[in-house]
Each structure stands twice: as structure tokens, then as C-alpha cells.
């Protein structure tokens, strides 16, 4: 009965990491999954030896008070199309469900498990697609909004580009995920988990943080390198001192790195990160995309403390890849700052809080992850201190 209750909350997770990020749940099937994770997270919910009405009773003001700010938002915007607001709020009491439903341990525990497995698959994957690239065209494609093009393996995504006259295969590694940029977030997410732990490593782990180290090296993402650098230098001396203690794991370890690296010089790809982290640096585009410019929109007008709604901030912006400023913008500064606390409390159950903190912010502000089921799951076990 156990090991059936474990696979099960395994295929629960991986479902709802599913929900969170990946291109085909998010941009194309979004209100039918949603709703989905949200019906099966109930029911687990309901019959899980977790369960406490207390717990309800606890939290239940938290969860009141967004669905007012979401309301707010509806009725001084005159908003007439819900769904986005409903899966919010959706995805908001899922989170809650699963939080009540597993210890906060087992979710990190298997969490790490989890993107450990698709960052190995997405290796495989990834390094075969570029020794070979049209293997991506065995797999069903779907056309994306944007400039890309998505072949399915379910278990990883290829993309290429639109607008070409022949097939264009993207380099990066973006795994099941929409983009490159949101994946490093999960892998830096389960490489966090591993090290903030500060116990003495063991085999497992390590071969578990090369894996998703190697995974964040190839999606290529500023943001990933800079978070990924912050969390090994704050940890090295955990890691050397495993690694001054197991020798020989530590050439092999030397050597797979060796192997990785002449892998990515020979399809050009230290050349494109080089120059894409120039890019980024020196023209000032790094920063454009925190769209911090976009704070003025609140301070045009007094309720927009509360929220313009999506669909006035579509009418006067292109977009913004920022959460937490995005938002502010359409969900009001109340919901952002419940929202904020919540996670702040969620990095006080860590030895380094700070740290962890930083690092969720670094996430929220260059990706849409902010109210998203899996990141929503720490919030509310934050919320819990």
C-alpha cells in the first residue's frame, strides 16, 4: 500500500510540474489542465492522512483575501473574460491542496527526484539532437504563438524556428518546458534543495547535482548561469569536501565535465553563450527585461493599486516576462505583497533564508513563475510558520 501511495504522489507532482511549465499544458492546453490538477488535488486532499481542518481553518483568510483581490480586479476593470482569473485562483488552491496533503520534506525530496530524472532525459535528448537534429521531426508538431515550433517526445519538447524557408533547430535545451529560461528555474530550484540541506553529501546527490548542473549549462540562460554560480559558490566547500574525500568520483566527475564541454565547443555553443551574455551586458538588455519601467503604470492613478486586469495592461504594454512587476500590475499590489510574504516566510524554514529568498525573486523577475502550481506549493508551506 505504501509504495502504491508513493508511486501515486509521484505521478501527482510530476503532474503538476507538467502544469507549471510545460509548453504544451501552459500555452495550449492551460483551462483543461488547470482544471485537472485542481479536481485530482482536491480529491487527494480530501483522503489524505495529511488532511487536518485545521489546517482549513488556518489558511482559509489567506485564501479569501486573494480571491477578493482577484474579484477587486474584475469589478473595477469591467472584466467580462474570467478564464484567466479562474485559473489563477485555480492553480492558487491546488497549490494549497498538495502543500496540506505532503510534508514538505517528501515534496522537496521527490521534487529533487523529479527534474533530476528529466534533466538526464533531457541530456540524452538534447546531445542527440544536436549530433542529429532532424530527429526531432519524428515526433508530432504543433505550431507556437511566438517564432517557435514544438515537437513533442512527452517526456522532452525539440524546437526550431518559424519564418525560415527550410527547418531551423533551436540549440538550447528547454526540456518539456516553454523556453530555455523557465527550465534553468526548476533545475536551479533541485539543485537549491540538494545543497541547502548542508548534511554530508552523499553518492546519489552528487550525481544528481552534475546532472542538473550540466542540464542548466545547456539551456544557455543568463539568469540560470547567475543563479547556478551563486548557489555552487555558496556551497563549495560542501562540495569539495566530498569530492576531496571520494577521489575517484572525483576524476570521473573531471572527466564526464571534460567530455560535456568538448561536446558543446564543437557545436558552437560556448561561442553563442559568450556572446549572447555580451549581448545581454553591454547593450543593457539584461535589464529591459525586468521591465521596471512598467511600475509607472500603478502610479498613474490610485486604483491601480489594486490592479488594471490583464487585458488593459495587454492594451498598454507588450507583455512583461517579470512576475512579480507583472503582477503588481494586473493583480494589485495587495495579492503581490500576500503573495511575497508568503514565499519570505517559506525561505525562514531555511538555514540560509536570505539566500533562498534571493534566489526565488531572481526566478520571479525574469520568468512567470510567481503563481504557478509548483512555486505556489512552497508559498503555502510557508505559510504554514
Known amino acids: 500500500m505504501d509504495k502504491f501511495k508513493n508511486l501515486v504522489t509521484y505521478a501527482w507532482l510530476v503532474f503538476a510540474v507538467y502544469a507549471t511549465g510545460s509548453i504544451f499544458f501552459v500555452s495550449f492546453n492551460y483551462k483543461l489542465y488547470i482544471t485537472m490538477l485542481f479536481a485530482v488535488s482536491f480529491v487527494f486532499f480530501l483522503i489524505s492522512n495529511e488532511f487536518r481542518v485545521s489546517m482549513l481553518r488556518q489558511d482559509i483568510i489567506r485564501v479569501l483575501f486573494l480571491f477578493i483581490c482577484i474579484l477587486f480586479v474584475l469589478l473595477l476593470n469591467g472584466v467580462t473574460a474570467y478564464s484567466s482569473y479562474i485559473a489563477i485562483f485555480l492553480q492558487i488552491v491546488a497549490a494549497y491542496f498538495i502543500s496540506n496533503s505532503?510534508?514538505?520534506?517528501?515534496?522537496?525530496?521527490?521534487?529533487?527526484?523529479i527534474i533530476s530524472f528529466f534533466a538526464a532525459v533531457s541530456l540524452v535528448c538534447h546531445c542527440v539532437f544536436l549530433i542529429s537534429p532532424s530527429i526531432a521531426l519524428n515526433f508530432p508538431m504543433t505550431i507556437g504563438d511566438g517564432s517557435t515550433n514544438y515537437y513533442n517526445a512527452y517526456i522532452h519538447v525539440f524546437q526550431s524556428a518559424q519564418g525560415y524557408?527550410?527547418?531551423?533547430?533551436?540549440?538550447r535545451n528547454a526540456g518539456i518546458f516553454w523556453e530555455p529560461g523557465a527550465y534553468q528555474a526548476f533545475l536551479n530550484l533541485g539543485l537549491f534543495f540538494i545543497l541547502a540541506k548542508e548534511e554530508q553529501l552523499t553518492k546519489k546527490e552528487v550525481v544528481k547535482i552534475i546532472l542538473l548542473i550540466m542540464a542548466i549549462i545547456t539551456t544557455y540562460s543568463t539568469t540560470g548561469y547567475i543563479i547556478m554560480a551563486i548557489l555552487l559558490l555558496r556551497y563549495a566547500g560542501s562540495l569539495c569536501k566530498f569530492l576531496a574525500k571520494h577521489s575517484n568520483i572525483a576524476i570521473v566527475v573531471g572527466v564526464v565535465f571534460l567530455v560535456f564541454m568538448i561536446i558543446i565547443s564543437k557545436y558552437g555553443l560556448s561561442s553563442f553563450m559568450s556572446q549572447k551574455l555580451e549581448n545581454e551586458f553591454s547593450d543593457g538588455v539584461f535589464l529591459n527585461r525586468l521591465f521596471l519601467d512598467d511600475i509607472n503604470i500603478i502610479l498613474e492613478k490610485p486604483l491601480n493599486f489594486l490592479g488594471i486586469s490583464f487585458e488593459?495592461?495587454?492594451?498598454?504594454?507588450?507583455?512583461?516576462?517579470?512576475?512579480?512587476?507583472h503582477t503588481m500590475v494586473n493583480l494589485g499590489i495587495p495579492f503581490t505583497f500576500t503573495m511575497l510574504l508568503m514565499y519570505f516566510k517559506y525561505s525562514t524554514l531555511k538555514k540560509n533564508p536570505i539566500l533562498c529568498f534571493v534566489i526565488l525573486m531572481m526566478i520571479f523577475s525574469t520568468e512567470s513563475l510567481m503563481w504557478r502550481p509548483i512555486f505556489l506549493c512552497l508559498a503555502w508551506y510557508g505559510s504554514k510558520t
Open 165 to 171: 524557408s527550410s527547418y531551423v533547430p533551436f540549440k
Open 312 to 325: 488593459r495592461y495587454a492594451r498598454i504594454s507588450g507583455g512583461s516576462g517579470n512576475s512579480i512587476i
Open 102 to 113: 505532503i510534508s514538505r520534506a517528501e515534496f522537496e525530496k521527490k521534487y529533487i527526484n
